[in-house]
Every structure is written in structure tokens, then in C-alpha cells.
């Protein structure tokens, strides 16, 4: 009968003692370096509250980070603009309200110089005082200025435009047009001009035609503006004149004939039609503020020859009743014309702070999103410290072990 095979004992792997090279404790360096790295890392963003202190942290996230970041510092210099721009406007608002002031109070004089009750000292009195307002509203408006820039000089032209950068990017501006404002704009002052017409069209004697042709030429010195335009000129008939159209400020026009045959003087009123004789032309307007005009001419026009008329206008005037009321038309004009500045400054304003509100909740959206990649969570951070320093622990312990292994070879000898 045959016995089974006894069972074998199961072969143990022959031990290797190496001395050169320790795998171990190589390993657990590595481990331990490992770890004591990230603690470094948790350390930094625990330092700085940032969880992306270098690029390595996170591609990805430190460029939409930066991005980010570049917008919201955009939208705060942004901010900053706008508060300077309703400052600069604040500051012509408050010189408007004080030429709105004065201007009320030189109604009251105007209005006081219109009753018959006043006699000629008195009224000459009230001139006087309404000279002074005047040159005070010229000195309000010529001094207003906002970091050496004036405000209401038009920068020759008719207005001044400001541009504001209220947003980061390019497209983000805003204009506010600033009228230029004066004595003389607002038609309560005094001052000269020239207006030239320019005539284009040759004719000579015998020439029978009627020509229409462009419009030539702009008065706006005095109270208020007139255009001037050569509406016709005519030798139909043996006769030689020149037709102006004179237009104002409002649209209203008249139309004047020049005669070129004839001598004299005729005198001309903005209200009303009449026929320009010879070389002296006087206007006056609707207010009882005095407009001159003189003018000479050869009756004889060739193409470029100018036909320049120089305008002057008188102060406001309150000699008498009929002159007080039209000083009191002027002054009503004035005050419509500065309130409407106003009512354009204040537009802007309020434009302006909504467009703040809006760039302040956009800014406020974009810095939430930005520190949500950006910025560390300490509870989080904290809790990996902690979990990284056991770890530290840990493999100190084990690489303490594995570095002294190899003297276990001793034994063998």
C-alpha cells in the first residue's frame, strides 16, 4: 500500500542584505519630502490668503484669475473717473446757479426800470448796477474751471466736449457737451463783430438776370444771431440790387433789398421789411438793444469780392420803459438759456450715477468670481495641514527605520 506524500513546507524567499543601496529608506525620503512640500504650499496660502501663489498652482486658474483681476482694477479706476466727472460738473452746476441768481435779480431791476414812476437818475443808477451784475456773470463764467481747464469757453467753437472713461474698456466713454457761455452768449452783452458775404457770380452793365445764391455769412456778437444771405441779385429792368435775407437766432428772417444805384441811407429793423439804400444799414433787435451795422460797396461784384458788414451792439438799457422791457425780454432769454445748460448738466449727472451703480454691482459680481479660484479656503487648508503633518510624522518615523535597516547585516558576523 502506498502512503501518501507528506507535505511540504512552503519555501521562504531567501533575505537580501544590501548595504550599498538602501530602496527603503530611499523611498521614504521621497515621501517625506513629498509631504513636507505640501505642507509648504499650505503654509504660503495660509500666509497670504491666496490659493494661487505661483503659476504651477494652477494654469488654468491663475490666467482667468489675473484676467479678472485686470477687469475689476479697471472697473475701480472706472469708478474713480466717474466721481471726478460729476465733481468737474458739480462745479459748473454751482457757477450756473450763481449766474442764475444774478440774472434774477437783474430782473428785478429791469422790471423796476420799466415802471414809468422812475426818473432818468434812477434809471441811470439801475444801469449802473446792471453793468456790474453783468461783468460779475462774465467773471463767474470766465473763472469756472476744473483742474486748469475752463469750462464754458467753448474751446473755440460754439461748445466744449468732455470725454469720460467710465468702464474698462475701450468702448466705454461717455461725452458731455458744455456750452460756451458769456455776457455776449447769453445776450445781455455787449461786444463787436464782422460779418462778410462773399459773393460767387459776375454781371456787368447790360446784363439782365436774376441769381440765386448760397448762404454767406454769420452774426453772432451782439444779443442775439443773425445769419446773412444773398438771396438774389438782380439787373431785370435796368435795375441793380442785391437781396440779403437775414435770419435770426430763432428762424425768423426778413429780406432786404440793396440798391446799388443809389446814394443815402435807410434804417432797418429786424422786425420789420424795408429797403437798403446806399452804404449805411442799420439793424436793431426785438429787445431795444441796439445793433449798428455799416457797410461799403462798389455795386460792381466779381467773383471772391467781399461785401463786409462790421457790427456793433450796444449794453443792455433801461433809458426808458420801452427799453426796460426789451432789457427784460433779453435778460428772460438768458435765464432759459442757463437753465437748459443746467437741465443738461444735471442729465449727465444722473446718468452718470447709474452708470456708477451699475459698474459698482458688475465689479462686485466679478471680485466674487475671482476669489472663488483665487483665494484660499483656511478651514480647508487647516484641515490638510493637519492631516500633512501626521504624515510628516509618520514618515520621519519610517524613514528613521529604513535608514537603520542595513545595520541588521551585523548580526551575520
Given at each position: 500500500?502506498?502512503?501518501?506524500?507528506?507535505?511540504?513546507?512552503?519555501?521562504?524567499?531567501?533575505?537580501?542584505?544590501?548595504?550599498?543601496?538602501?530602496?527603503?529608506?530611499?523611498?521614504?525620503?521621497?515621501?517625506?519630502?513629498?509631504?513636507n512640500?505640501?505642507?509648504?504650499?499650505?503654509?504660503?496660502?495660509?500666509a497670504?490668503?491666496?490659493?494661487?501663489?505661483?503659476?504651477?498652482?494652477?494654469?488654468?486658474?491663475?490666467?482667468?484669475?489675473?484676467?479678472?483681476?485686470?477687469?475689476?482694477?479697471?472697473?475701480?479706476?472706472?469708478?474713480?473717473?466717474?466721481?471726478?466727472?460729476?465733481?468737474?460738473?458739480?462745479?459748473?452746476?454751482?457757477?450756473?446757479?450763481?449766474v442764475?441768481?444774478?440774472?434774477?435779480?437783474?430782473k428785478?431791476?429791469?422790471?423796476?426800470?420799466?415802471?414809468?414812476?422812475m426818473?432818468?437818475?434812477?434809471?441811470?443808477?439801475?444801469?449802473?448796477?446792471?453793468?456790474?451784475?453783468?461783468?460779475?456773470?462774465?467773471d463767474?463764467?470766465?473763472?469756472?474751471?476744473?483742474?486748469?481747464?475752463?469750462?464754458?469757453?467753448?474751446?473755440?467753437?460754439?461748445?466744449?466736449?468732455?470725454?469720460?472713461?467710465?468702464?474698462?474698456?475701450?468702448?466705454?466713454?461717455?461725452?458731455?457737451?458744455?456750452?460756451?457761455?458769456?455776457?455776449?452768449?447769453l445776450?445781455?452783452?455787449?461786444?463787436?463783430a464782422?460779418?462778410?458775404?462773399?459773393?460767387?457770380?459776375?454781371?456787368?452793365n447790360?446784363?439782365?438776370?436774376?441769381?440765386?445764391?448760397?448762404?454767406?455769412g454769420?452774426?453772432?456778437?451782439?444779443?442775439?444771431?443773425?445769419?446773412?444771405?444773398?438771396?438774389?441779385?438782380?439787373?431785370?429792368?435796368?435795375?441793380?440790387?442785391?437781396?440779403?435775407?437775414?435770419?435770426?437766432?430763432?428762424?425768423?428772417?426778413?429780406?432786404?433789398?440793396?440798391?446799388?444805384?443809389?446814394?443815402?441811407?435807410?434804417?432797418?429793423?429786424?422786425?420789420?421789411?424795408?429797403?437798403?439804400?446806399?452804404?449805411?444799414?442799420?439793424?436793431g433787435?426785438?429787445?431795444?438793444?441796439?445793433?449798428?451795422?455799416?457797410?461799403?460797396?462798389?455795386?460792381?461784384?466779381?467773383?471772391?469780392?467781399?461785401?463786409?458788414?462790421d457790427?456793433?451792439?450796444?449794453?443792455?438799457d433801461?433809458?426808458?420803459?420801452?427799453?426796460?422791457?426789451?432789457?427784460?425780454?433779453?435778460?428772460?432769454?438768458?435765464?432759459?438759456?442757463?437753465?437748459?445748460?443746467?437741465?443738461?448738466?444735471?442729465?449727465?449727472?444722473?446718468?452718470?450715477?447709474?452708470?456708477?451703480?451699475?459698474?459698482?454691482?458688475?465689479?462686485?459680481?466679478?471680485?466674487?468670481?475671482?476669489?472663488?479660484?483665487?483665494?484660499?479656503?483656511?478651514?480647508?487648508e487647516?484641515?490638510?495641514?493637519?492631516?500633512?503633518?501626521?504624515?510628516?510624522?509618520?514618515?520621519?518615523?519610517?524613514?528613521?527605520q529604513?535608514?537603520?535597516?542595513?545595520?541588521?547585516?551585523l548580526?551575520?558576523?
Open positions: 500500500m502506498c502512503r501518501p506524500p507528506e507535505p511540504t513546507a512552503p519555501r521562504v524567499p531567501l533575505m537580501s542584505f544590501r548595504v550599498n543601496t538602501n530602496v527603503q529608506a530611499m523611498r521614504s525620503f521621497a515621501a517625506l519630502n513629498s509631504t512640500e505640501e505642507i509648504g504650499v499650505r503654509q504660503m496660502r495660509l497670504t490668503g491666496s490659493r494661487l501663489n505661483r503659476a504651477e498652482d494652477d494654469t488654468a486658474g491663475y490666467t482667468i484669475s489675473k484676467k479678472l483681476q485686470a477687469k475689476t482694477r479697471g472697473q475701480a479706476q472706472a469708478l474713480s473717473n466717474i466721481g471726478d466727472a460729476k465733481n468737474m460738473l458739480t462745479v459748473a452746476e454751482g457757477s450756473l446757479s450763481s442764475q441768481d444774478i440774472l434774477m435779480t437783474m428785478e431791476k429791469a422790471v423796476q426800470a420799466a415802471n414809468d414812476t426818473g432818468s437818475d434812477e434809471r441811470d443808477a439801475i444801469s449802473t448796477q446792471l453793468t456790474a451784475l453783468r461783468d460779475e456773470i462774465e463767474v463764467l470766465g473763472n469756472t474751471e476744473f483742474n486748469g481747464t475752463k469750462l464754458f469757453d467753448g474751446d473755440g467753437g460754439a461748445s466744449r466736449s468732455f470725454s469720460f472713461q467710465v468702464g474698462d474698456t475701450q468702448n466705454d466713454s461717455f461725452g458731455v457737451s458744455v456750452d460756451k457761455l458769456d455776457a455776449t452768449e445776450g445781455i452783452g455787449g461786444g463787436a464782422a460779418a462778410q458775404l462773399d459773393y460767387g457770380q459776375n454781371w456787368g447790360g446784363s439782365n438776370f436774376a441769381v440765386v445764391d448760397s448762404a454767406m454769420t452774426y453772432a456778437g451782439g444779443p442775439d444771431s443773425f445769419s446773412f444771405e444773398v438771396v438774389s441779385k438782380d439787373n431785370t429792368g435796368g435795375s441793380e440790387s442785391v437781396t440779403f435775407r437775414v435770419t435770426d437766432r430763432a428762424g425768423n428772417s426778413q429780406d432786404y433789398v440793396y440798391d446799388a444805384t443809389s446814394g443815402g441811407a435807410a434804417g432797418l429793423d429786424t422786425s420789420g421789411a424795408g429797403l437798403i439804400e446806399g452804404l449805411q444799414v442799420n439793424f433787435d426785438a429787445s431795444g438793444t441796439a445793433v449798428n451795422a455799416s457797410a461799403e460797396s462798389t455795386g460792381f461784384f466779381e467773383v471772391g469780392d467781399t461785401f463786409s458788414i457790427v456793433t451792439s450796444g449794453s443792455i433801461v433809458s426808458d420803459a420801452a427799453a426796460a422791457r426789451g432789457t427784460i425780454g433779453s435778460i428772460d432769454s438768458a435765464i432759459s438759456k442757463v437753465s437748459e445748460q443746467m437741465s443738461t448738466i444735471g442729465d449727465s449727472q444722473s446718468r452718470l450715477t447709474f452708470k456708477a451703480d451699475n459698474l459698482e454691482t458688475s465689479k462686485t459680481n466679478y471680485e466674487a468670481a475671482r476669489s472663488r479660484i483665487e483665494d484660499a479656503d483656511f478651514a480647508q487647516q484641515m490638510n495641514i493637519v492631516k500633512l503633518q501626521i504624515l510628516q510624522q509618520t514618515g520621519s518615523a519610517s524613514f528613521a529604513a535608514n537603520a535597516a542595513p545595520q541588521s547585516v548580526s551575520l558576523f
